[in-house]
């Protein structure tokens, strides 16, 4: 895989309480995302960042934050989790404008009960 | 906005069959296509793209897809499918311009069946 490490792996959490995913890069590009897997939605961008201190919202931002202090760190925090966030977060990373390919973290199954 | 559409949601193939998978995308100024297999249990893996040049792009594994500006499509095919094949096939796209938000479609199973 592509430097990228997702922690944790997985994670049981309860309902109200804050959650954060770490996604971790080795490779020095610029641009970081977050996606939710979903049964019959395929991937759906929550949020992005184009740089440090640089993020945008996706599709499917309501409840999550981010934050990106250094180029290999992105933060994605569940603010008070809900069961409508369980999923499977997946963390991706792309060096950006003239090769854009982006190359995706193992994933991390979330389940809120 | 840009969207992507992948209209099946699964696709049953015999072996050695030939398959396409669809793919259009909603999008006025010009793109970047890819399409992306996640196998059981894993991340997604960049099959193909298309982002200049030849209209028809290939992989190491005997997939093509073409890309047609008029028809705003970028369907996946193979002439001929391996059981090894199976998995989930993601179309993606990026606008130009747009920031280089990656937006997929609802995805495709692929099963390969003897």
């Known amino acids: 895989d592509a430097g990228i490490t997702q922690s944790p792996r997985h994670k049981v959490t309860e309902t109200g309480t804050p959650v954060t995913l770490r996604c971790h890069q080795t490779?020095?590009?610029?641009?970081m995302y977050w996606y939710r897997q979903d049964p019959g939605h395929g991937l759906r961008l929550i949020h992005y960042s184009y740089g440090v201190k640089d993020t945008d919202k996706g599709e499917v931002s309501d409840g999550y934050s981010v934050s990106r202090s250094k180029t290999e760190d992105f933060l994605l925090t569940l603010e008070s989790a809900t069961s409508s966030q369980t999923s499977v977060y997946f963390c991706?990373?792309?060096?950006?404008?003239?090769?854009?390919?982006?190359?995706f973290g193992q994933g991390t199954r979330l389940t809120v009960v | 906005a840009q969207s992507v559409t992948q209209l099946d949601s699964q696709v049953p193939v015999f072996e050695e069959a030939p398959v396409e998978l669809r793919c259009n995308y909603s999008?006025?100024?010009?793109?970047?296509l890819f399409w992306y297999v996640q196998y059981p249990n894993q991340g997604l893996q960049l099959l193909l793209k298309?982002?200049?040049?030849?209209?028809l792009v290939e992989s190491i594994n005997g997939f093509e897809a073409e890309f047609n500006k008029s028809q705003t499509s970028f369907h996946l095919r193979k002439p001929s499918v391996h059981i090894s094949d199976t998995a989930e096939y993601f179309c993606?796209?990026?606008?130009?311009?747009?920031?280089?938000?990656?937006?997929f479609g609802t995805g495709t199973q692929l099963k390969v069946e003897l």
């Open positions: 993606a796209v990026i606008v130009t311009g747009g920031g280089n938000k990656l937006t």
């Open positions: 490779e020095n590009h610029r641009y």
């Open positions: 991706a990373i792309s060096r950006g404008t003239g090769n854009t390919e982006a190359f």
């Open positions: 999008s006025s100024v010009s793109v970047y």
């Open positions: 298309y982002l200049s040049g030849s209209t």
